[in-house]
């Protein structure tokens, strides 16, 4: 029957590590399958090409939650590092500070379209749109017609290849929680004063700055594979699982395993974590459950990068730049020199990260590397903030499953599929973005981590994962947050059957 555990964990990304990590610390029998041959990290990991690192994304170590600070800095105690945010959006041939300069973004769109935008956000605030349902719907009430159009629309639907009039207006309320057109307003104000940025408690949006680990966050995510493993868990690669069969009898999993190479393993376990993508565990579990047909129905947004690295003779002091201009295919780019200079093998080159964003299989995704370096080469030199000429190496990563998508049936199609998990499988427990099909950020899909782990220890389900960057004091306060919400029964814990 092959090697048994207490709780077997699927998938190597934040999610999934936390909660091996916190079980393995405690003690716990733990084992962790991740499909990709090389990497842990997930959509976190860092890839090296030739000496320059860069990050799948970009990611900040920014959280309100004082438990995943604490983490942060007990799993990578020395190696964080103190990084400005600068980034920055490009409309129309000119470049607009991103959180907003009043009076830049003022001058650069000039007196009548400000005047447009102030007056298309006063129509909004008066009157708003009932029940906003699509993402459109919620950013014009927040901040008017005008502002939407010229900087949220295009760049979503470059995301998201679907219009934003399709996109649920949930996703809105989960990536721009907390701000509005005044706060964002009164903190530009702030800022093209030379005022401070943002304050404690405001929207993550306006932060004026965030740790990163010297290497990448794969940095961290290698440090939280090394700790398992110092406390007697286990953590394989290389290891895809091909089905997940439950014994009602005796309450246990048994998963198939197979190798890159074909070899064939089983394991048994009593409890299974899983941050694999819905559509992929539920096709995988037998008995196969009658939710599969919803779980079928959900969608994944992919992406690909495209790294250009040479001796560039632009200055740029981006973290990242937004790309809303319709004339580039190019969604954002990331400039990984000012992320850390540590990802750079030297002083003098520049490593910049084409984004691409597109659905697995389709002309962007299937076009040979080649074409997608030229691509990308010719778009930077348009933009400039590179020159083509200056590109010495390139490579492509691509990454599939990187967005769960927020469709008008999502919401319903995931209920349907954790209520039966839920009820016919009292011991499996989905972590993390794709695991739960939220577009979480990487601290909310620690803390779905953290909190299973906690779970599991406990032997009931204690605390609802599925809070978690919903509850703004349950995701972000941290574990004092969780016990507030539930000693005031606004979430009531369940018990496992």
């Known amino acids: 029957m092959g090697k048994t555990i207490d709780t077997l964990v699927v998938g190597a990304g934040p999610a999934g590590l936390t909660t091996a990590y916190k079980l393995a610390k405690d003690g716990h029998d733990v084992l962790v399958l991740e499909q990709d041959p090389d990497y842990v990290g997930g959509i976190s990991r860092t890839v090296n090409h030739k000496g320059f690192l860069f990050d799948i994304g970009g990611h900040r170590f920014f959280s309100k939650s004082k438990e995943i600070v604490d983490l942060w800095n007990e799993i990578l105690p020395d190696d964080f590092i103190e990084r400005p945010r600068l980034s920055r959006i490009y409309y ?35 009157f708003p749109i009932k029940e906003p349902r699509s993402f459109h719907d919620w950013v014009r009430n927040q901040f008017g017609e005008r502002l939407f159009s010229i900087f949220f629309k295009t760049y979503t639907e470059k995301v998201w290849g679907m219009s934003c009039d399709e996109i649920s207006a949930d996703w809105a309320a989960q990536r721009i929680k907390g701000l509005d057109l005044a706060s964002a307003v009164i903190d530009g104000m702030r800022r093209s004063l030379g005022l401070s940025g943002r304050k404690e408690g405001g929207a993550k949006t306006l932060i004026s700055s965030f740790r990163y680990p010297r290497l990448g966050p794969g940095m961290m995510w290698e440090a939280a594979q090394e700790k398992i493993l110092e406390h007697g868990g286990e953590v394989l690669l290389d290891r895809k699982v091909e089905k997940l069969e439950w014994q009602a009898e005796t309450r246990e999993w048994t998963a198939r395993v197979v ?23 539920v096709a995988s579990i037998k008995p196969t459950p009658l939710s599969v047909f919803h779980a079928r129905a959900l969608r994944y947004r992919d992406f690909l ?3 250009l690295m040479g001796r560039s003779s632009v200055e740029l002091d981006d973290n990242w730049v937004y790309i809303h201009d319709p004339s580039v295919r190019v969604g954002r780019v990331q400039n990984f020199r000012s992320w ?18 597109c659905f697995e299989g389709d002309g962007l995704w299937d076009s040979p590397d080649d074409e997608l370096i030229a691509l990308a080469k010719r778009e930077i030199d348009q933009i400039g903030l590179m020159r083509a000429e ?8 691509r990454q599939a499953k990187a967005y769960p998508i927020y469709d008008e049936s999502y919401a319903s199609n ?19 973005r794709n695991g739960m099909h939220k577009y979480n950020n990487q601290d909310h899909a620690m803390m779905t981590g953290l909190l299973t782990a906690l779970n599991i220890e406990a032997g009931e389900r204690r605390y609802d994962v599925w809070q978690v960057n919903e509850d703004a004091e349950y995701g972000e306060a941290g574990l004092s947050g969780v016990e507030e919400a539930l000693s005031s029964e606004r979430l009531v814990p369940r018990r496992v059957a």
């Open 92 to 126: 129309r041939g000119n470049f607009f500070a991103y959180p907003l300069k009043a009076f830049e973004a003022f001058a650069k769109l000039g007196p009548a379209e400000s005047f447009r935008c102030m007056m298309s956000y006063l129509k909004a605030r008066a």
């Open 259 to 281: 190798s890159g190479s074909g070899v064939r393993e089983t394991f048994t376990a009593k409890n299974v974590v899983s941050s694999a993508p819905v559509r992929d565990l």
């Open 305 to 307: 990068t495209v790294v």
């Open 340 to 357: 850390s200079p540590d990802l750079i093998p030297d002083e003098a080159s520049s490593s910049l990260g084409l984004e691409y964003f």
């Open 390 to 397: 200056d590109v010495a190496d390139a490579c492509v990563v």
């Open 414 to 432: 995931v209920a349907t599929v954790r209520r039966e998990l839920e009820m016919n499988f009292p011991t499996l427990h989905l972590v993390g």
